[in-house]
């Protein structure tokens, strides 16, 4: 009697994307800016994914000319908008708007994230909103559309993206993160020392931080991440435009407002 032969289980082929990458909705968030539909496809393919589709190319060259570009156009705002402004404050600011938790949160708020093409290991530990890939990617997009409409189209973009943040950074205090702020401002109301209250939900490698802080006698703000610094800075930042907007004009600290000169 001739033995059975098992047949292997065929092997899974080329990864396909979770949906089809209609990128529609994206360019519209970006303003419709020139860029090759190639480039733009590049700019979202992370090496999770080229690993596992036979090492197409990936976002990393893009990213690295993106982040460049980024910082010459971030740059050069701040120096006009800012003459005032020390070398160290700018330098302090421009940190302030290009690390990669502002990048994650511009990503966030144009929902680059269902765009990014993921490995299966990405993509099941929460890959689509990791800080670190939503920044790269952020990086490569502005790369790719350097590459396909030069400097100005970029920079349109940039602007588009983050002028919020540059303006929301300009209105910290000296140390230009939201917790070291929200101390100033605490010490300057006679409220003592902001203390932060954590909760972690979830598995340990796809964990979900939850943060509020104490201000004197109130609970305030409200701040989510994938690490606890992250969900602290959230807080920090809703907690102190709470204790901010409830103070009457002439009462609030005249130099969280206005940059030192010497910072």
Known sequence: MRPVRRQGRPSPGPLSDPRPLSTDELRAALGDPVLDPELLQRAL????????????PTNERLEFLGDSVLGVVVTETLYRAHPDFSEGRLAKLRAAVVNARALADVARQIGLGQHIKLGRGEETTGGRDKASILSDTVEAVIGAIHLSGGIT?????????F????????????????????????????????????EDDGPDHMKTFVARVRVGEQVLGNGTGRSKKE?????????????????PAADQPEQLDQAPADA
Request: proline residues 3%.
């Open 153 to 161: 189209e970029a920079a349109k973009v940039v602007h588009r993206l």
């Open 231 to 247: 969900a602290e800075q959230g807080a920090a930042e809703t907690a102190y435009r709470e204790i901010k907007a409830a103070q």
């Open 163 to 198: 002028d919020p943040v540059m303006e929301a950074a300009a209105s910290m205090g000296a140390g230009l993160d939201w917790k070291t702020s929200l101390q100033e401002l605490s010490a300057d109301l006679g409220l003592g020392v902001p203390e932060y209250l954590i």
């Open 45 to 56: 393919t992370h090496r999770s994914y080229a690993y596992e589709n036979g090492q197409i």
